[in-house]
């Protein structure tokens, strides 16, 4: 199991702690509000910052038969598992389309922070993975997100037009662009780039992520507080399982692909994980409807910690039992 130390560490993060002040501000009643503007504007820019150190990690990580076997499987899994959930939502919740969507996407998409701690567990057994496991990452963030949109603005495909609308909604959108436009720019720009935007993309958006992090946290509780959506037992069931069953999909996609013991658990942590950044900041920009009090309490609330304390270790056990 991950030491507790670890685990204390990462739920008392700043930016993990500024999302439960938001909560617990809005269910006092409090009138702490970010104005929309500013909530908008750090969406874009934690979504550049994604992207940018994602094209960085991948032009590091150069082109190689391992670095390309786990991409592959990685970005495959991104873009086809919302998919399955999708399914699996619209048989067990009566989520509207735009929220089911986004809890597609979370769980399609990976979490930083779950992986960070992947890192951890894995360095604390000698068990060796590599580097570029951090630009399959960033791969992996944006095709389940592409994907939801599409399974959103799927809705009226029957309509005059239609489809040059769903296009343009999903390649030329405020969110699309930003991630792959930044991450072309860093797979570009490379070292080099990011020495010019050290603290733009490092420090400056620790401190962009507590302030997002704390509206995410007010919206989620007040949403909550509506009573229009709730977190049902399908949702709490989905939370739970789906992690296990993407999971087990990326096991054996992983060792299909001939991955070793420490990229397989990594890549099965990746996606056992979801989102709660990325996929937020651009469901924002992309589907306003969408109530975050449902995917994103899902993802901080349930998945995030479970994965800490049972996940991450029993997806390690798995990938290393398969290899032996």
């Known amino acids: 199991m991950p030491d507790l130390s670890t685990s204390l560490a990462l739920l008392t993060s700043p930016a993990i702690l500024f999302f439960f002040i938001g909560a617990a501000a809005a269910f006092a009643r409090s009138d702490l509000a970010i104005p929309e503007p500013v909530a908008k504007a750090l969406s874009l820019y934690l979504m550049l910052c994604i992207g940018f150190k994602g094209g960085v990690e991948a032009r590091l990580a150069g082109i190689n038969g391992d670095f390309l076997a786990a991409a592959a499987v990685g970005i495959g899994l991104s873009a086809l598992m919302p998919l399955l959930a999708f399914i699996v939502l619209k048989r067990t919740t009566r989520l509207d389309r735009p929220t089911l969507c986004a809890l597609a996407a979370t769980y399609g998409s990976v979490s930083v922070v779950t992986f960070a701690a992947g890192q951890q567990h894995l360095e604390a057994l000698s068990l060796p993975y590599g580097g570029y496991m ?191």
């Open 134 to 324: 951090a630009a399959v990452l960033a791969l992996m963030e944006t095709p389940a997100i592409l994907t939801a949109l599409i399974l959103l603005n799927g809705a009226a495909r029957g309509e005059p037009g239609r489809r040059r609308t769903i296009l343009r909604e999903v390649f030329v959108g405020a969110a699309t662009v930003m991630l792959l436009g930044s991450f072309l720019v860093g797979l570009i720009s490379g070292e080099p780039g990011m020495a010019r935007l050290d603290v733009f993309v490092g420090p400056l958006f620790q401190g962009a992520l507590c302030i997002f992090l704390l509206d995410i946290g007010l919206i989620a509780a007040r949403r909550l507080m509506e009573g229009g959506r709730k977190l049902s037992p399908g949702v709490v069931a989905f939370a739970l399982g789906f992690p296990l069953l993407s999971a087990a999909v990326a096991l054996g996609a992983a060792q299909l692909a001939g991955l070793t013991a420490g990229n397989a658990a990594l890549l099965t942590i990746l996606a056992g994980s979801a989102s709660y950044i990325a996929v937020p900041a651009a469901m924002r920009l992309a589907a306003p409807k969408a109530d975050p009090g449902v995917f994103v309490t899902a993802s901080l609330a349930i998945t995030f910690p479970f994965n800490l304390t049972v996940g991450i270790a029993l997806y390690t056990a798995a990938a290393v039992w398969l290899a032996a």
